[in-house]
């Protein structure tokens, strides 16, 4: 399953409690958790501080997760600055339908784009807290997991020096292409995956939003999303065939397609900007059970991706984060590893049904525009049943704000 502990070339091998991998979301939050309960810990990242501050990714958050933030004083910057949304918008058969949850259940979505996210956990980690964090590491390896003495070892990329760190835990949080994922073998790890056979062109304008909330456009072209990231920027996304070469698509054509998808009678109309993201992304899924292994806790993307079709991936990632820092510190700090040992069935309860979820609201995206009259028909009757029927809306409302798998 991992190596063996090397010997390090660069003197005395160090030591820490917990040992982190991967500065998004997860592991920064799991590393302000640890620091915040004087619990110290080391987060080793492969790229740069400037590099995952302004990369861009998701920026959707339930309102449960955006309180687990504040509980645990990571969510200042966040709730002066993000958008709070209490409605959105579906748009097929040439109609406007609005969709508003927070009326149905009090509860709303944040919109704070995860780049922003970020940069707040690292300074509050690095800066404020003192936390240790190393960037641009290489060549991360991970030993004896099966042991209590687990270790982890990198090159520094200023030295070119192999470091060792002595460790209890592990939490990998460095995503599928990690270190962490490449030491699962087939006989412990069962890795379950679903390719929903779509893509989606991920464009980012920099433009204004064109309404006040997300529209979903159900068309029989295709899928096409509007999100708000900024005043200034906008998310929009335009269902394409997998593996399609951005380059297919021109400006003109995108903000074309873009007006006849989301188009509807009272619309206002799209405002066009400049494209500053374009990039396919090909629809899949999978989640890696169980999500320990000996003394490696797997969490965020590492351990289960969820397409961007229901924005629950970064919720996932803290929904990890906020269990396993909880867990880590009682551990370490009471000798109660009741947290510990629950982790993989906690996660794996909320990430199976955000999968379903995700999977469902597929259908409704993408039945239009599946050449298959039965599914379109089919799909335009679920969506009059949303809006016809207060236990449809209110069951889809619990789903899509995240308030059904408990927290």
């Not at 072209?221 to 708000?228: L, P, S, V």
């Not at 009471?334 to 996660?347: F, W």
């Amino acid at each position: 399953m991992t190596s063996p502990t090397p010997h390090s070339n660069s003197g005395e091998a160090q030591r820490s409690p917990v040992v982190v991998i991967g500065a998004g979301p997860a592991g920064l939050t799991i590393g302000n958790i640890l620091r915040a309960a004087s619990v110290d810990c080391v987060v080793l990242e492969i790229e740069t501080r400037e590099f995952i501050e302004q990369r861009p990714r998701a920026g959707v958050l339930e309102e449960w997760a955006v309180r687990g933030l504040e509980q645990r004083g990571l969510a200042v910057n966040l709730l002066e600055r993000a958008q709070r949304h209490a409605e959105c918008e579906f748009r097929f058969g040439g109609e406007r339908y609005r969709f508003e949850y927070a009326e149905l259940t009090g509860h709303h979505h944040w919109i704070y784009p995860q780049q922003l996210l970020v940069t707040d956990l690292v300074r509050e980690y690095a800066d404020v807290r003192g936390g240790d964090i190393r960037f641009g590491v290489r060549d991360v390896e991970l030993h004896d997991l099966d042991t209590d003495r687990p270790s982890v070892s990198y090159t520094d990329p200023e030295s070119g020096e192999r470091v060792l760190i002595h460790c209890d835990f592990v939490a990998g949080c460095d995503g599928a292409r990690g270190a962490t994922r490449a030491v699962l073998t087939p006989d412990r790890a069962h890795i379950s995956r679903y390719d929903y056979g779509i893509g989606w062109l991920a464009l980012l304008a920099e433009a204004p939003p064109s309404n006040d909330c997300v529209v979903f456009g159900m068309h029989p072209n295709g899928f096409a999303g509007h999100m708000a990231r900024s005043p200034e920027v906008t998310r929009y996304y335009l269902e394409c065939p997998p593996g399609d070469d951005p380059e297919n698509w021109s400006h003109d054509r995108v903000w074309s397609e873009l007006r006849e998808r989301l188009g509807a009678a009272g619309a206002p109309p799209l405002t066009e900007g400049r494209l500053i993201e374009k990039r396919v992304l090909d629809m899949h899924s999978y989640v890696v059970e169980p999500m320990v292994f000996g003394r490696l806790f797997l969490a965020g993307d590492a351990a289960h991706l969820t397409a961007p079709i229901a924005a629950k991936g970064m919720n996932l990632a803290l929904h990890d984060a906020f269990l396993l820092g909880d867990a880590l510190i009682a551990q370490l700090g009471k000798g109660d590893g009741t947290g510990l040992s629950g982790y993989s069935a906690a996660c794996l309860g909320r990430v199976w049904d955000y999968q379903e979820f995700s999977q469902w609201l597929s259908d409704i995206y993408h039945g239009t525009s599946s050449d298959d009259p039965y599914r379109a028909g089919t799909t335009l009757a679920r969506l009059r049943r949303l809006f016809g029927s207060p236990s449809a809306a209110s069951a889809f409302a619990e789903q899509y704000l995240g308030k059904g798998s408990g927290y």
